[in-house]
């Protein structure tokens, strides 16, 4: 017998794929098959049933009144008896079922967003073995079907009391078609065992109900590819050939413990501003090892504009446009599997390869949306440096390692060995000499407190109107900081870099001088990252929720806060968010490692979940390995944390919210290494500057520093507390300069 192939029609939402894994959890040997809900036309979506078994409808933003927030959804209620297969509806799914059967459709008084309710259902066969159900919900409407709606039985209710008069709908059937729904999410992580029984009690009725109407599906046939494509989880390896010579990396390692990585950075070269410099410090937990990058003048950097069809290559003082087959990452992933290289030492995370950052508009394209802010063209959205020589130092053990990729490169290897030995010696005798002053600015140009209020709330009339369910709100502070030149006594980039560093110790600390941009970041957030192949494990690491430290901020009480359903919401959402997009590429081994921990950071405490999975299927031979992490880099951004959830149309509100672009603030920095293994931290935490147009008259004595912060926005957030977050986090690396005095 093949596999049962379900059709899971998405909404745009940020959960759609934790239901597909759901679906192949709970139903044996099925395939899920994913299409848009606007992808297809409807007499296609009804040509294409079938060869199904069943129909899935997937949760997502806006409401079932409004015809492009469904789709063709709205028609699978109406569809043909000759055509009839079980649907299941899940939350949008089950409120476009009740709309078009007549019932009334209103909003919540008191929305649930990552909100966990217990529910009591009528023992219907859809919660045959359900006892006692604790399930999450993510919505701001509901419906009533009883009274308006005779063909729809209600199943399940949750009893919201006062909050919403009393009991809300949370399951329904169509009693004379094969139709379920509910209104709450059985694929949440923090849904109960029940949310897998009622897939598959979903699925039993399914069985029965076609055995008894004598359905059988067509078999499947190229037609049927052609119409909803691949089965999911969907990978499209990289299929450029692999390089038959691999280089190997040598390496020498001194042990140096008190050798600090920005002493390195100086003995490098870092004070030398017109040259580009990289350095990833880590200075703190869950941090352990900081690399610098030994640029050459021939090292090769790349950049590209988001909506180019182009990379901007350069060496030396040679540059070159290079077309790009589909877009950055297959370019990138192609390179990559080029450069593959073998034997460095197994514990260090960079052997060599591609360090630099992505800016956030650059995963706004890659989520398909039109980008508003076109502030983002003027500077290059993604700049890399391809890095051949490196140096990683362990922060744990002490040791230095020197690594080369280049061919026959020992001698620079030993060379640079015996620099650090003999200045490290001279460190073991002396404390840094890193200046950690403030910098001195001339002006501030701080976030508008009224005009941030203002955006809170009408973030959150999106989230009551069912638009979104949690929305990142940030904002801009601009910094002028008088230039630096050979022989000033004004800051240099690398000087506020060390007083960032000094006020804001972080374990994704950043110096990243790929001209014209220079980005210096304390962010206490990892990303992404991915381990060597083969075996790679990948791993997320969502910060949401976030309580200032002070003196009358004892742990305890920041515990409660952030114990509160309102954070812990914040944080599930997100978690949720992230499974969507890991199990999007890898498919079923996605698991959160850890839910809601509280760690310590210098300024603030934050709830931190941690989300891992491994590709399951066969990753081909080791050279291919290498760019995966390219691909989940790409269906990954922008990160999740820095949008909120579902993730294409909270974009797009925030787009039209926000009055700029926000470049290189909610993007992503780090390292690809020439192994296959990645790590990206969330810029936040941080500035940048773009080196001056010529054609810019005050970009010869001032510098501009771009800040962002902001915070998740729910329905439950308080617009002044919300600003005093943004302030917290602002204040993280703002309090690194000094404001001149006029007199
Ligand atoms: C938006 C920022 O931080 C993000 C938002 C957080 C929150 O809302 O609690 C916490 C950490 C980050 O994911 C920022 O620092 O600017
Ligand atoms: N999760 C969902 O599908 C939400 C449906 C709808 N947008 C609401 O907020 O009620």
């Known amino acids: 017998m093949g596999a049962s192939k379900v059709l899971l029609v998405d909404s745009y939402d940020s959960f759609t794929h934790n239901l597909a894994a759901l679906i192949v959890e709970a139903i044996p040997s099925s395939e899920v098959y994913i299409i848009h809900n606007d992808q297809l036309s409807s007499s296609e979506v009804i040509e294409s049933l079938q060869y199904f078994s069943a129909v899935v409808v997937g949760p997502g933003p806006g409401s079932p009144e409004i015809s492009s927030d469904v789709g063709i959804v709205k028609d699978l209620w109406h569809l043909p008896q000759s055509s009839l297969l079980p649907i299941f509806g899940v939350c949008l799914g089950l409120q476009s079922l009740a709309v078009e059967n007549g019932a009334n459709l ?10 966990l309710s217990r529910i009591q259902h009528d023992g219907d066969g859809l919660f045959e073995g359900i006892v006692d159900a604790e399930v999450v919900r993510y919505h701001s409407l509901h419906v009533q079907a009883a009274g308006s709606a005779p063909k729809l039985q209600e199943l399940a209710w949750a009893d919201d009391g006062a909050e919403n008069g009393g009991r809300v709908v949370m399951a329904l059937k169509h009693r004379f078609r094969p139709f379920w729904a509910v209104q709450y999410h059985p694929e949440s992580v923090r849904t109960d065992g029940s949310g897998l029984q009622i897939l598959q009690n979903f699925w039993s009725l399914a069985r029965r109900w076609s055995s008894d109407h004598a359905r059988v599906e067509v ?75 030994c640029l050459q003048p021939t090292s090769l950097k790349v950049s590209h504009h988001v ?41 260090i995370p960079f052997w060599g390869g591609f360090i630099g950052y992505f800016s956030y508009e650059i995963g706004v394209h890659s989520l398909g949306c039109k980008i508003r802010h076109q502030g983002g063209h003027k500077h290059p959205d993604a700049s890399l440096v391809f890095v051949e020589r490196s140096i990683v130092v362990d922060t744990m053990t002490g040791d230095v390692h020197i690594q080369s990729i280049i061919p026959n490169d020992a001698g620079w290897v030993a060379a640079t060995a015996l620099t650090l030995r003999t200045a490290a010696n001279i460190a073991d005798a002396e404390v840094s000499t890193a200046k950690c002053d403030r910098v001195h600015a001339s002006s501030f140009m701080l976030p508008d407190k009224a005009a941030y209020i203002n955006k809170v709330n009408l973030a959150k009339e999106h989230l009551y109107a069912g638009e979104s369910y949690e929305l990142c709100v940030t904002a801009r502070t601009r910094v002028a900081v008088p230039k630096s030149y050979p022989g000033s006594s004004c800051a240099s980039s690398w000087d506020l870099y060390s007083t960032v560093r000094s006020v804001n110790p972080a374990p994704y600390g950043a110096y990243v001088r790929i001209h014209p941009t220079t980005l210096v970041s304390s962010s206490p957030e990892r990303f992404l990252s991915c381990s060597r192949p083969p075996y790679q494990k990948f791993q997320l690491r969502p910060i949401k929720g976030t309580v200032r430290k002070g003196c009358d901020m004892t742990r305890e009480r920041a515990e409660n806060i952030l114990n509160s359903p309102k954070e812990i919401a914040e944080n599930l959402m997100i978690v949720d968010l992230i499974r969507h997009d890991l199990y999007g590429v890898l498919g079923k081994d996605v698991k959160v490692t850890k839910f809601c921990g509280i760690e310590e950071y210098q300024t603030v405490w934050q709830l931190v979940s941690v989300i891992e999975g491994s590709p399951h299927f066969a990753q081909g031979d080791q050279t291919c390995d290498n760019q995966l992490g390219w691909e989940v880099l790409k269906r990954s951004l922008p990160p999740g944390i820095m949008t909120g959830a579902p993730k294409k149309r909270s974009v797009e509100i925030l787009q039209n919210l926000e009055d700029d672009a926000r470049n290189l603030y909610s993007g992503v920095v780090g390292y690809h290494c020439v192994s296959g293994a990645a790590d990206w931290s969330v810029v936040i935490r941080s500035c940048f500057k773009y080196d001056p147009h010529p054609d810019d008259p005050d970009g010869y004595d001032k510098d501009e520093w771009v800040l962002g912060a902001g915070g998740a ?31």
């Open 106 to 115: 209103k909003r919540l008084e008191v929305v649930k967003h990552g909100q």
């Open 219 to 293: 078999d499947w046939s190229e037609g049927a590819t052609a119409l909803v494509g691949q089965p999911w989880p969907h990978h499209s390896p990289c299929r450029t050939q692999a390089s038959q010579q691999r280089s190997v990396v040598t390496t020498t390692t001194i042990h140096a413990p008190h050798l600090t990585a920005p002493q390195i950075c100086e003995i490098s070269g870092v004070h030398n501003s017109p040259t580009d410099f990289v350095l990833l410090e880590s200075r703190a937990q869950p941090g352990r090892y900081s690399i610098i990058a």
């Open 307 to 347: 909506g180019d069809d182009f990379v901007l290559l350069r060496r030396s003082k040679h540059s070159a446009f290079e077309r790009l087959g589909s877009d950055i990452w297959t370019w990138l992933a192609a390179f990559s599997r080029a450069k593959y290289a073998v034997g460095g030492l197994p514990n």
């Open 713 to 743: 926005i729910t329905a439950l957030s308080d617009a002044e507390a919300e600003w005093d977050e943004m302030e917290v986090k602002l204040q993280s690396v703002l309090r690194a300069f000094k404001l001149e005095s006029l007199a």
